[in-house]
């Protein structure tokens, strides 16, 4: 492994060369993803300067650890959402002057929208996103709107429907298998992937 990190290394670092860009080395961290306790390899250098290895690290706002579970991720997501249904709740509560309409809005544009970034990677994880109900069965009739988990799995569709039309052949794979196919290639059935929440 080290030898083949070294190699990447250096054509990384060849290819950044030939075409002029500057990689902030200081803003770069490494993460070896595994299902096992990690035994981190060798420093890894780049530019001679040593880039540390990291137990979870941040991608595109996206909190990834070494076992790709989302638990993090979704734990700070879930703190994200709730703080910002703490400095709506003037907005939101049930006295407040804001039509049902505007309540509404507020919900799906600043709350939804955190629970559910990136919703179509890590909806197959066990650590899925499950508030509690609502004391009023009605409401998201009433609303017209779908509960996060529903919500979730249509992203989802979405997602996989739009990337098998991609021009990208590595996109248009993404979801290209059937549970059949993961039964014959893990015979313990052990291993999820993000098509699974449709499955």
């Given at each position: 492994?080290?030898?083949?990190?070294?190699?990447?290394?250096?054509?990384?670092?060849?290819?950044?060369?030939?075409w002029k860009l500057q990689v902030n080395i200081h803003k770069t961290e490494a993460i070896l993803f595994t299902r096992r306790r990690p035994t981190l390899p060798a420093p890894l250098l780049?530019?001679?300067?040593?880039?540390?290895?990291?137990?979870?690290?941040?991608?595109?706002?996206?909190?990834?650890?070494?076992?790709?579970?989302?638990?993090?991720?979704?734990?700070?997501?879930?703190?994200?959402?709730?703080?910002?249904?703490?400095?709506?709740?003037?907005?939101?509560?049930?006295?407040?002057?804001?039509?049902?309409?505007?309540?509404?809005?507020?919900?799906?544009?600043?709350?939804?929208?955190?629970?559910?970034?990136?919703?179509?990677?890590?909806?197959?994880?066990?650590?899925?996103?499950?508030?509690?109900?609502?004391?009023?069965?009605?409401?998201?009739?009433?609303?017209?709107?779908?509960?996060?988990?529903?919500?979730?799995?249509?992203?989802?569709?979405?997602?996989?429907?739009?990337?098998?039309?991609?021009?990208?052949?590595?996109?248009?794979?993404?979801?290209?298998?059937?549970?059949?196919?993961?039964?014959?290639?893990?015979?313990?059935?052990?291993?999820?992937?993000?098509?699974?929440?449709?499955?």
């Amino acid at each position: 492994m080290t030898r083949r990190l070294a190699h990447a290394s250096s054509v990384l670092q060849h290819y950044f060369h030939r075409w002029k860009l500057q990689v902030n080395i200081h803003k770069t961290e490494a993460i070896l993803f595994t299902r096992r306790r990690p035994t981190l390899p060798a420093p890894l250098l780049f530019q001679n300067i040593q880039i540390p290895w990291k137990p979870h690290i941040c991608y595109l706002g996206l909190l990834l650890d070494h076992r790709l579970l989302f638990t993090r991720h979704l734990m700070n997501v879930t703190h994200k959402a709730t703080g910002t249904l703490v400095k709506l709740f003037p907005l939101l509560a049930h006295d407040s002057t804001s039509s049902a309409q505007n309540k509404l809005t507020l919900y799906k544009l600043c709350i939804r929208s955190i629970l559910t970034y990136a919703a179509p990677v890590c909806s197959s994880t066990s650590s899925q996103i499950n508030p509690k109900r609502t004391p009023i069965p009605q409401l998201h009739t009433i609303c017209n709107t779908l509960p996060i988990h529903e919500h979730i799995r249509h992203m989802t569709a979405r997602f996989f429907d739009n990337s098998s039309n991609h021009t990208n052949p590595l996109i248009r794979d993404i979801g290209n298998y059937s549970l059949c196919d993961l039964h014959r290639q893990y015979k313990k059935y052990i291993h999820k992937r993000t098509k699974h929440i449709l499955l």
